[in-house]
C-alpha cells in the first residue's frame, strides 16, 4: 500500500474543530490519520515565562491515506468537492518529537552563527532565516510539496558569543 498525505485547507482558528470533522473518515479504508502539527513556545505573562503550544500550520490539516480519498466538506449544509495536495510525508513529521508536537529547541550564537544544542532544530540551522530572540520563536522554511514554506518554531537562545579580538 502506497502512503498519501493530502495537505487541507480550513478556516484559521478552526483547526482542531476540522480534524475531528475528518476523522470521521476513519471508517473508510483509504483514510489512516488525521494531523493537526503543533509547535511548543515561550509566552511570558503573569511575570512568568509558560510554555504553550500553537499551530504550526495555521488554516491547515494533513490527512493520512492510503489510496486516493473522495473526500468532502460539509459547507453551509451542502456537501462540496474540496482540493487536497498530495506528496510523500510532509518535513514537519520529521521534526516532531513526541506525537505531532515540534518541541522547543536550544542554542546559542557564535560568532554570528546559530549553533542549536537541543531540540528539533539541532542539525537542521540551515533552515532558521530569522531568530526573535526576545519572543524566543525562529523563523523557519521547510519544503511542503513543490514549494518552501515559512513556519514559526520554539527556539530559546541562552547564550550570545563574540570572539575575543
Known sequence: ??????????????????????????????????VCFQYQRMMRYGGNWHLEKKMLLPGYIFLLGTEAMPL?????????NVSLLSWDSPYPRKMCQSGNLIGMSRGIIRDGTLMV?????????????????????????????????????????????????
Not at 498525505?5 to 489512516?32: H, I, M, T, V
Not at 525562529?138 to 537562545?157: M, Q, S, Y
Open 72 to 80: 468532502k466538506e460539509h459547507h453551509k449544509g451542502n456537501w462540496e
Open 117 to 165: 544544542t537541543n531540540g528539533p532544530l539541532k542539525g537542521r540551522e540551515e533552515l532558521v532565516r530569522r531568530i526573535d530572540r526576545h519572543k524566543r520563536i525562529a523563523e523557519i522554511e521547510i519544503p511542503l510539496g513543490a514549494d518552501n514554506w515559512r513556519v514559526t518554531v520554539g527556539l530559546e537562545i541562552y547564550k550570545k558569543v563574540q570572539a575575543e579580538d
Open 1 to 34: 500500500m502506497e502512503v498519501i498525505w493530502y495537505l487541507l485547507r480550513c478556516p484559521q482558528g478552526n483547526e482542531a474543530k476540522y480534524a475531528e470533522r475528518y476523522a470521521e473518515f476513519a471508517s473508510w479504508d483509504g483514510l489512516q490519520e488525521v
